[in-house]
């Protein structure tokens, strides 16, 4: 099931958003086949193999890459696939002897993938890094946090995921369309610090055109002005509101009886300390869930913060069906979705298990014949995912 239905691809086993892309083909119905390391990947905070949730919907096998013979069965796979997606150091590939130009000479329509946060080439690109790294150079992380306070780290979403995983995801399908078109393959280079810098390219236009205060909280989405900021309410939890817009704006004044004069209009700058003062007033006045009932659905643009334990709850998000239950564990449905060729439920994420995962892949004697180079490893340990 999905549009991707099909489609083959090779995750070189990683941590962050290389998995991320390869769990999106897979939720789109592509079938991924995880090349994991005997010992396997640190993962920085160890936790159970079934809340990995990066590592859902697809097989995995564990190979020793420093093997011949291993680096010989993932060859043979090469000649099979539509993808390979890999997130090491550059030159760690061509060391291990799978590099792109020799998966190109066995696949000439192979799309390589490779995922890096600085990029394959320039000054740092050898370089250790992480997410805040990335994003600190793009100037992202600088532009995100309070007035008179340090940068905040937004988790892991403007670098790793959005940055990477996302533009992981688009460039390796783009290039699978020209690869149909023209029976070609080719490299695609993704680098976090390009995809964060591409998310901020509307920021770059008011930079530009001297619409940004470089200040952080100064502006109108950094939480700078107050009808685009979260409030705490008379039982300590938030919501959030974000009439940017002069007639959404106006109905949320009204709504919460302020003086519309007093107010002004959303983009007044001098009127901004007075409508915040107001906004922190009336919000600590009743309960989230009171604020709920009155604002909630209306157009002054309201949602109440929500912790993730409690998104999967709110009658909304239950009704479109966006998290599911798999084997126990909540988790956000495949996304988008497809009218004509949907996805499927997600299944748990598997320990590595190569008979089983290479099936589809290779003939039954190919896999009898690799069988011993890809036995599922003793030091796998199939609850945790780490080491034992």
């Not at 013979?69 to 090491?88: K, N, P, R, W, Y």
């Not at 150079?137 to 979403?157: D, F, H, M, S, Y």
């Not at 909304?316 to 069906?321: M, N, Q, V």
């Amino acid at each position: 099931m999905g549009p991707l239905a099909g489609v083959k691809v090779l995750e070189m086993a990683g941590i962050g958003p290389a998995p991320m892309a390869a769990m999106q083909l897979a939720d789109m119905g592509a079938t991924v086949l995880r090349i994991e390391r005997r010992e396997p990947v640190d993962l920085g905070v160890p936790r159970p193999l079934n809340f990995n949730l990066l590592l859902r919907n697809r097989e995995a096998v564990a190979l020793d890459l420093k093997d011949p013979q291993s680096i010989a069965l993932v060859l043979e796979l090469v000649a099979q696939a539509d993808i390979l997606i890999e997130g090491f150091r550059p030159g760690v590939m061509e060391r291990l002897g799978i590099g792109p130009e020799r998966c190109h000479a066995i696949n000439p329509q192979l799309v390589y993938g490779r995922m890096t946060g600085w990029g394959q080439d320039g000054p740092l690109a050898h370089a250790a890094g992480h997410d805040i790294n990335y994003i600190a150079l793009t100037g992202a992380l600088n532009a995100i946090g309070r007035k008179g306070q340090p940068p905040v780290p937004p988790l892991a979403l403007v670098g790793d995921f959005g940055g990477g995983a996302m533009f992981l995801v688009m460039g390796v399908l783009a290039a699978l369309h020209h690869a149909q078109r023209s029976g070609q393959g080719q490299v695609v280079d993704a680098a976090i610090v390009e995809g964060a810098s591409s998310l901020a390219t509307a920021f770059h236009g008011f930079v530009a055109g001297g619409q940004w205060d470089p200040e952080r909280g100064s502006n109108l989405l950094d939480g700078g002005a107050p009808h685009y900021d979260s409030y705490e309410c008379s039982d300590g939890r938030f919501v959030s509101v974000g009439p940017i817009e002069a007639r959404f704006h106006a109905e949320l004044v009204r709504r919460l009886g302020l003086d519309e004069k007093a107010c002004g209009a959303p983009g007044d700058r001098s009127r901004w300390e007075h409508v915040r003062a107001e906004l922190t007033r009336v919000f600590k006045t009743r309960t989230q869930a009171e604020w709920c009932a009155l604002l909630e659905g209306t157009d002054v643009c309201f949602a109440p913060v929500l912790s993730f334990d409690e998104a999967s709850s709110h009658p909304h998000l239950k009704a479109r069906g966006s998290f599911v239950e798999v084997d126990g564990v909540v988790q956000p449905a495949p996304t988008p979705r497809f009218s004509a060729t949907p996805s499927a439920k997600p299944t748990p994420p598997r320990a590595p298990d190569g008979a089983k995962a290479l099936r589809g892949w290779l003939a039954d004697a190919d896999i009898a014949r690799w069988s011993p180079h890809c036995e599922k490893p003793s030091s796998f340990d199939s609850l945790t995912g780490q080491k034992t």
